[in-house]
């Protein structure tokens, strides 16, 4: 997702969020008002036809008084004579009845009723039927009868009229001056005045008076009966009882009132024009509604526009504020990761985008500064200032190709000095580093400017190095011959024979020099390197401080190390090692006394190896030390086997590596593997070689010592190979000294070797150790042997070397002990 998505994401919802709040308040306030303006509009029509009735009642209550005190209307009230009544006086009454309905067209008729209820007169300008001149029986006269007041309206529709009507009654109370004192007397009821006004002025205005588009107001009675409606079809028709009650209940409200009306939801307002009749305003909800949808609509579309324009120009906003300089920082980071370290960033703005492209420009200023640094680091030496391994192979390879491209030849030395672990071990690796960057100095200084060294110029392309540790390359870029090379490797072996001075010290140290040649011994620089090294190694086991060139057959002998090195590996854990037994005699009896672990490898490739081969390879790589132990714990666990079956009682011996003595916990090896296999320590022998025990510490012969007092044999193999002296043989926790077989092989002729035999079990004898002689193969060496006491004989005379399988088969076999016994004894 891009970031303006993501800043759009974030900044639109809470700014449309309250937009939308503020459409919906919009909406419901523009809704509330569009339903007061509809009441509003709804009771102000109301009142006003209120208003308009009212006027209309008040005017014709006025006009009944004021008809009904007319000097005419008094004296037809009061002339009793028939004759006069109704000859003389009724035309002319009847006439100023004509004058008053022309004078006032909203009344229908005017009529005079007698006490009785009988109208005795009766004038209207409709064409109306008088259906009933005797009304004593009208719910209206009854009424009349009953009123105590000045004028009673009465809302009824007349019989001989359809339509509902008001008729106003005004009582004519009169004193016959003739007949009664006008001081004492009492009015007496004459008859009545009665002005019939139809309700046309209110159908008229019901019918044109509209609320909204489909508001309307209608007239009832007090029974609910509709008297006026806009349609004609509805008059006459009961409205619900439960609208009736709601609009009797809020006949004084202002306020619109919710109620079910024609099969729709509708809003009700009610007042009262007089005490039997009802105006209603009807306005039905789906106008409000549609009107709400309508508003809705307008809001919807006006919050949808503000928020397009909102979010065009907030995307206008982030693109032009933030895209755009975020582009140009993505530029510029571009830049840096393609190597361009100054990148122009053209951001004016004081902003935090601008203050990120100012960090960025200091950034980019820093990260140049630190790639020169580090350019120098992964190129240079940190300790001499050489360069280290990375350029020399940059510049060997270039100059191989500038060689290949010449048709020349050029040259690898390898240098390492002699004895540099000593120096670091004895005066400290302070020292050691001095040393280093002295050597670098000399090196520097001795060789001639053709034939090396490291400049900083790039005109000159030889070079010194510093590989790591106390190595140093020297790339010669061109040379005639051999010599060339030969020449510089002696002019620094003359440099290195003056010492070194550090403070109060003086030391010397030798190096030692291998040297490969473009193209003869290789073409690569792996390989030219690689060679070189080989050289230098050659050259360390030819005596250090001298120079080799690379030699093909030696570094084969190293590869077959490497080779031989990786397949014993392999070896142990593949289960490919295994343990060869020969038999000890002992010279008096004849009887096998002891078995000799002889450690064998039986490689899938090759077949058998001998021991000469891989064990000096398993000596230098440490492999010796789980080898080592492998050995003793399976020796211990098959002479455990042949003990338990009765098979012989002797002892195994094990031959011991001085690194297992250096390195190794063999003290608790070797109670593991006489604890594990039920074997007393006697049946345990321990063979260490005179080369070995002359390397171990004190505390290792301290073991050995606490080892042979438990009871295990400690024996010195191959003695009178090496070094040891009588004072220290004297010493060493040894039970038994072996002699070994170059000197038994030749005893018989040899009188050198049969006198150091001799000697060798002489001193045997004299220090009370046992003997044993190796590489019997004659019965004369066995005879000889046993005549200068030898107390063991060992060799091919008895049994070669055998597997565990065989060898437990030639235990069963073979009885040895006699045959060998009687050749003795013949001999």
């Known amino acids: 997702?891009?970031?303006?998505?993501?800043?759009?994401?974030?900044?639109?919802?809470?700014?449309?969020?309250?937009?939308?709040?503020?459409?919906?308040?919009?909406?419901?306030?523009?809704?509330?008002?569009?339903?007061?303006?509809?009441?509003?509009?709804?009771?102000?029509?109301?009142?006003?036809?209120?208003?308009?009735?009212?006027?209309?009642?008040?005017?014709?209550?006025?006009?009944?008084?004021?008809?009904?005190?007319?000097?005419?209307?008094?004296?037809?009230?009061?002339?009793?004579?028939?004759?006069?009544?109704?000859?003389?006086?009724?035309?002319?009454?009847?006439?100023?009845?004509?004058?008053?309905?022309?004078?006032?067209?909203?009344?229908?008729?005017?009529?005079?009723?007698?006490?009785?209820?009988?109208?005795?007169?009766?004038?209207?300008?409709?064409?109306?039927?008088?259906?009933?001149?005797?009304?004593?029986?009208?719910?209206?006269?009854?009424?009349?009868?009953?009123?105590?007041?000045?004028?009673?309206?009465?809302?009824?529709?007349?019989?001989?009229?359809?339509?509902?009507?008001?008729?106003?009654?005004?009582?004519?109370?009169?004193?016959?001056?003739?007949?009664?004192?006008?001081?004492?007397?009492?009015?007496?009821?004459?008859?009545?005045?009665?002005?019939?006004?139809?309700?046309?002025?209110?159908?008229?205005?019901?019918?044109?008076?509209?609320?909204?588009?489909?508001?309307?107001?209608?007239i009832v009675n007090k029974d609910g009966k509709i008297l006026i409606h806009p349609d004609p079809a509805q008059v006459g028709q009961l409205i619900p009882a439960a609208l009736l009650s709601k609009a009797l209940a809020s006949k004084e409200s202002k306020h619109l009132v919710p109620a079910p009306y024609l099969e729709s939801s509708s809003l009700f307002s009610a007042r009262y024009l007089h005490d039997d009749l009802l105006l209603i305003g009807v306005l039905p909800e789906a106008e409000l509604l549609k009107e709400s949808q309508r508003l809705g609509v307008v809001v919807a579309w006006i919050v949808l526009g503000t928020i397009v324009l909102m979010i065009i120009a907030m995307l206008i906003a982030i693109s032009s504020l933030m895209i755009q300089p975020l582009r140009q920082l993505i530029i510029a980071v571009g830049e840096i990761g393609r190597g361009n370290l100054m990148p122009e960033i053209s951001l004016s703005s004081k902003d935090e985008l601008g203050q990120l492209a100012l960090s960025f420009q200091e950034m980019a200023g820093n990260l140049e500064k630190s790639r020169l640094k580090i350019e120098r680091l992964a190129y240079h030496d940190s300790l001499t200032g050489l360069p280290n391994r990375f350029q020399a192979h940059e510049a060997l390879q270039h100059m191989i190709s500038h060689a290949r491209r010449e048709n020349g030849k050029m040259a690898v030395l390898f240098l390492d000095l002699d004895n540099f672990k000593r120096v670091n071990d004895t005066l400290g690796h302070q020292v050691g580093d001095q040393l280093l960057k002295e050597m670098a100095v000399r090196l520097t200084s001795v060789l001639r400017a053709e034939d090396f060294i490291h400049h900083e110029s790039s005109s000159s392309p030889e070079l010194l190095a510093r590989l790591g540790g106390d190595e140093f390359v020297i790339l010669l870029p061109k040379i005639d011959s051999s010599l060339d090379a030969a020449r510089v490797c002696s002019r620094i072996l003359e440099m290195m024979k003056i010492p070194f001075h550090f403070d109060d010290k003086e030391i010397y140290s030798g190096s030692s020099i291998g040297i490969s040649l473009f193209p003869d011994d290789g073409t690569k620089v792996d390989d030219l390197i690689k060679r070189a090294d080989a050289a230098m190694y050659q050259a360390k086991e030819q005596g250090r401080n001298n120079f080799q060139f690379y030699s093909a057959s030696y570094n084969l002998a190293a590869f077959e190390h490497i080779s031989l090195e990786g397949r014993l590996r392999r070896a142990l854990k593949n289960n490919e090692l295994e343990l060869y037994y020969q038999p000890l005699i002992q010279t008096t009896t004849g009887h096998i006394v002891g078995l000799e672990a002889l450690l064998r490898w039986n490689d899938p490739v090759e077949g058998i190896i001998?021991?000469?081969?891989?064990?000096?390879?398993?000596?230098?790589?440490?492999?010796?030390?789980?080898?080592?132990?492998?050995?003793?714990?399976?020796?211990?666990?098959?002479?455990?086997?042949?003990?338990?079956?009765g098979l012989t009682d002797a002892s195994v011996s094990v031959n011991v590596s001085a690194i297992q003595l250096q390195r190794q916990d063999l003290l608790t090896i070797v109670d593991q593997v006489l604890s594990d296999n039920g074997l007393q320590p006697w049946q345990l022998e321990l063979e260490i070689t005179e080369t070995a025990i002359m390397k171990i510490k004190p505390e290792v012969i301290r073991d050995l010592d606490a080892m042979r007092k438990k009871g295990v044999t400690i024996s010195l193999d191959d003695f009178g190979t090496g070094y040891s002296s009588l004072s220290v043989l004297q010493e060493l926790p040894i039970g038994k000294l072996k002699v070994d077989k170059s000197f038994v092989q030749d005893m018989l002729v040899d009188p050198k070797d049969a006198a150091i035999v001799s000697a060798v079990l002489f001193i045997a004898k004299s220090l009370g150790l046992r003997s044993t002689a190796e590489g019997v193969e004659t019965l004369e060496q066995a005879a000889r042997l046993a005549e200068e006491g030898c107390d063991q004989l060992q060799g091919y005379l008895l049994c070669r070397p055998l597997p565990a399988h065989l060898m437990t088969q030639f235990l069963k076999d073979h009885k040895v002990s006699g045959a060998l016994t009687t050749k003795l004894t013949a001999d």
């Open 610 to 645: 001998s021991p000469e081969r891989f064990i000096p390879i398993a000596e230098d790589s440490g492999l010796i030390l789980p080898i080592g132990e492998w050995v003793l714990r399976e020796a211990g666990r098959q002479i455990g086997v042949w003990h338990t079956v």
């Open 1 to 218: 997702m891009r970031l303006h998505s993501k800043v759009l994401l974030v900044v639109v919802p809470l700014a449309v969020i309250p937009l939308l709040i503020l459409g919906w308040l919009a909406y419901d306030q523009l809704r509330s008002t569009a339903i007061e303006r509809s009441s509003s509009q709804m009771t102000t029509l109301m009142d006003q036809m209120t208003r308009n009735f009212q006027m209309h009642q008040d005017v014709a209550k006025a006009n009944v008084k004021l008809f009904s005190n007319a000097s005419l209307v008094r004296a037809y009230a009061l002339t009793k004579d028939e004759e006069e009544r109704y000859v003389l006086m009724l035309p002319s009454l009847l006439k100023l009845f004509t004058s008053y309905l022309r004078a006032y067209p909203d009344y229908n008729d005017i009529r005079f009723l007698l006490p009785n209820g009988y109208e005795d007169a009766r004038r209207s300008l409709l064409p109306i039927a008088n259906i009933s001149e005797n009304e004593a029986g009208t719910p209206f006269f009854k009424a009349l009868r009953q009123f105590k007041g000045e004028t009673m309206t009465y809302v009824s529709t007349p019989p001989d009229s359809e339509t509902a009507a008001l008729q106003f009654a005004q009582p004519i109370k009169l004193i016959d001056l003739t007949t009664q004192d006008p001081l004492n007397s009492t009015p007496t009821l004459r008859g009545y005045l009665v002005v019939t006004m139809q309700l046309d002025f209110m159908a008229e205005q019901v019918a044109s008076s509209r609320i909204g588009n489909s508001g309307y107001t209608q």
